[in-house]
Each structure stands twice: as C-alpha cells, then as structure tokens.
C-alpha cells in the first residue's frame, strides 16, 4: 500500500506542487498524483526500499540511460586522421578548448569525467584550424572571431552542395561555391584563402563506423 505524505512530512528540498493535472509522473522517487482540480496534488512517497526498487525507472534514471547525442572526443580525433588526414595532438585540443577557439556544439562538459561531445559540423572545423596551421598561418589571430562565430559557421556548412571556410582578412566566414567566386572578383583588402570542406554526411558515416550514429 502506498503511503501518502502529508505536505509538513516531506523533506524540505521536495518543493509542494500547486499544479494538479501532474499524475503519474516520478521524479526522483517521488510520484505525483493528482488530486481534484483546484486542490494541491498528492504527493505519494516510497514506503520501502523494495517497493522502490520494483517501479519503474524515474525520469531523471531514464534521461541518464538515454544515449547522448555527437561523437565523444576519442573518435573526435579518430576520425580526424582517417577521413581528413590530420593528426589532432591531445595536448593541442586542449588548449584550444581553453582558449574557446573551438567550441563543442553538442555538450560541452564543464563536469570532471564526462567526454565533450562534437558535432560532424565541429569535425569540419577543426579539420580546417589543422590544415591552417600546417601552411603557416597562426590559429590564434582568429581566435576572437571563433569565439563567437563558431556556432553559425557550424551551421553554414550544413548544406548538401560544397561549402568552402574563408579567410577574408582576419574574418572568417561559409561560403557556397558561386559566393567564393563573387568573393574573389570585389574582395581588394587581403588575401582570400579558401578550403573546401569534407560534406558532413561523411563526417556522419565515418561516425557510424565508431558506433555514434545520432551526430547532428
């Protein structure tokens, strides 16, 4: 039989809750089941270890073992080497994390132990940063415009017909291949330096080969 608790025996992190319609609905291991309209719900708590034991998962159980979403950092860099063909030194990502040069799109995790997770988009990106910097050019001098473009270059590249990453002065931007062209006849205050990204669907079936087959 379940106990009902009364309202002055719950513990004081259990907030009351005035919305009646919630029924059904375990948190924590807590079930909240709704009272007559107009009235505070019942709150009903577990009487024994076993008969909590015996429910079902509670929704904060259920999002824990729900899969996340991106490619964790290992196949990150696995992938890396195998579709681009550059090499990402650990010691080297991290850095750029700290300096928020590149920015996980997916989770990006402030919690000791737990994996950043990356888009295709991310891969792309940091693929670029790489080959840049293999020619000669300083990561860093673009750093403040990563910081807070990262997120829509990442969408840009999100497009099934080729998308190239330009360097036009220190700004940095996703361009089709008609708006590099048109780039290209009116720019005049620097160098232009273009490279065509890999298409994300690849990024996405290399991923699946690793066994991350939700890659936004």
Same mark, same amino acid.
């Given at each position: ?42 709150? $009903?708590? /577990? ?8 429910? +079902?998962? +509670? *929704? ?7 899969? /996340? ?22 010691? +080297?990502?991290? %850095?750029?994390?700290?300096? *928020? ?5 997916? /989770? ?54 080729? %998308? ?18 048109? $780039? ?33």
């Amino acid at each position: 039989m379940n106990k009902v608790a009364h309202r002055r025996d719950l513990p004081k992190s259990i907030a009351w809750v005035d919305n009646w319609a919630l029924n059904e609905n375990p948190i924590d291991g807590i079930c909240l089941g709704a009272g007559m309209k107009g009235h505070k719900a019942n709150i $009903q708590s /577990v009487a024994t270890d076993h008969w909590a034991k015996s429910r +079902t998962p +509670t *929704s904060m159980q259920s999002m824990q073992n729900r899969p /996340v979403r991106g490619i964790d950092t290992s196949a990150l860099l696995r992938i890396l080497r195998r579709v681009v063909g550059v090499a990402l030194p650990v010691q +080297t990502l991290n %850095r750029w994390l700290h300096q *928020s040069i590149v920015v996980p799109s997916v /989770v990006q995790s402030r919690t000791r132990g737990r994996s950043h997770r990356w888009s295709a988009a991310d891969v792309v990106l940091i693929a670029w940063l790489l080959t840049l910097r293999r020619e000669g050019f300083a990561v860093q001098r673009y750093e403040g415009h990563l910081r807070s473009a990262w997120v829509r270059l990442a969408e840009a590249l999100d497009a099934p017909d080729p %998308r190239y990453v330009v360097v036009l002065g220190s700004t940095v931007v996703v361009l089709s291949q008609s708006e590099l062209y048109a $780039q290209l006849g009116t720019y005049r205050a620097g160098a232009v330096v273009a490279w065509q990204a890999p298409n994300l669907q690849e990024i996405r079936r290399a991923a699946e080969l690793e066994g991350f087959g939700d890659v936004p």
